[in-house]
């Protein structure tokens, strides 16, 4: 007979606690296999490194001033998608199709709002999603000192999310909200995570994504109600993006240069790069932090709660969609999920103590009949 013994940093056992012995170590078969397919991320191309030269700022960060120009010629009463297509232009850009184009969502919202605003509301978003994972973990980590290792792990996944001179940038803002929708979501409170969410994709269409694995879960999980609101953002979202490429069409003319294109086939190594430059897994050695991607994602499988169900899938979409369709200048897709990722460090040392003493511990319970 097994039987959990006490967990380590979660108040409760982990999902691997109660597995009979030939499974567990099938299990550690697989986690060895997966961690050795994370290690993939070693020969697979990235971005360019940055220089953290000032003199370099427009060759690091091309993008960021890119986004920076459209919101200061819409703060000078430009044109939207005029000022974004003379921008895209003079970069030398793809203008089509019209997913070139970011939604005007932000670039709007920032330029009406004060730099300082700006900024604040940023910090204010990125503190509103720790209190929020504050709250998610606690029942989860009772005890003070692994809660705090958490909440350091999300620290760690969100160093990119509170540079000032990234404000501009759509990921970003989605990322972050992404985040704060995750957390908030609970079975019969789905309302506030959804409205979230739909700004999320109003600032980064991309954040799709999210929303579908959010509503594919409900289905599956019997919310019926719930995935009808999901459902219902996508619809919205579908409506603005409509509208958007009718105006794009409006300033882009037969001439202007077509992307290459997104079918990539990086392979999962790829997602792994982009988790390990968006996090404080980039301070790291890159095979440690390669690794640590991986331990972080196991980690996710060993909590029983069900908001791990979601997150894991919604890691597993985006290294889905990053593995095909991302390109080496395109590994900035990754933080729309980078935040939440290391949290699993947290739950890892409990899945990986249950899972080798089920694997390897030969106790066994002996019942004995004494006769006098």
Wanted: charged share 15%; net charge positive; aromatic share 10%.
């Amino acid at each position: 007979m097994a039987r959990p013994r006490d967990p380590l940093w979660l108040s409760n056992p982990s999902r691997f606690a109660l597995l009979k012995q030939g499974r567990a170590r099938t299990a550690l078969l697989l986690l060895a296999a997966f961690l050795l397919l994370c290690l993939t991320a070693l020969s697979v191309a990235g971005p360019p490194p940055v220089s953290h030269n000032p003199a370099n700022r427009a060759q690091d960060q091309a993008d960021v001033m890119l986004y920076e120009s459209i919101v200061a010629g819409v703060r000078g009463g430009g044109d939207y998608y005029a000022v974004a297509a003379a921008a895209l232009r003079a970069g030398d850009y793809p203008l089509r199709p019209f997913v070139t184009f970011r939604l005007p969502t932000l670039a709007i919202v920032e330029a009406f709002l004060p730099a300082p605003f700006v900024l604040l509301l940023l910090y204010g978003l990125a503190t509103g999603v720790v209190a929020a994972w504050f709250v998610r973990l606690r029942p989860a980590l009772s005890r003070a000192p692994p809660l705090g290792i958490a909440l350091a792990l999300l620290a760690g996944g969100m160093v990119a999310f509170v540079q000032p001179s990234l404000a501009p940038f759509h990921e970003i803002w989605a990322g972050l909200l992404i985040a704060l929708s995750l957390a908030l979501r609970r079975p019969g409170r789905w309302i506030e995570a959804a409205a979230i969410a739909m700004i999320a994709m109003l600032v980064r269409e991309t954040a799709a994504l999210y929303v579908i694995v959010m509503g594919g879960m409900a289905l599956i999980e019997g919310y019926r109600r719930e995935a009808i609101g999901w459902a219902a953002t996508l619809v919205v979202l579908a409506g603005v993006v409509a509208a958007h490429a009718f105006a794009v069409a409006h300033v882009v003319g037969p001439l202007d240069p077509a992307s290459p294109g997104w079918v990539g086939m990086l392979g999962f190594g790829f997602f792994v790069k982009t988790m390990t430059i968006s996090t404080a897994l980039n301070l790291a050695p890159a095979w440690a932090a390669a690794l640590l991607v991986g331990l972080a994602l196991f980690g996710w499988a060993s909590w029983t709660d069900p908001i791990a169900r979601r997150a894991l899938m919604i890691f597993a979409a985006y290294a889905v969609l990053l593995s095909l369709f991302g390109r080496p200048d395109t590994f900035y897709w990754g933080l729309l999920v980078a935040p939440t990722l290391l949290i699993g460090l947290a739950f890892a040392p409990d899945g990986l103590r249950d899972l080798y003493v089920a694997a390897l511990d030969s106790r066994r319970i002996t019942v004995t009949r004494s006769v006098r």
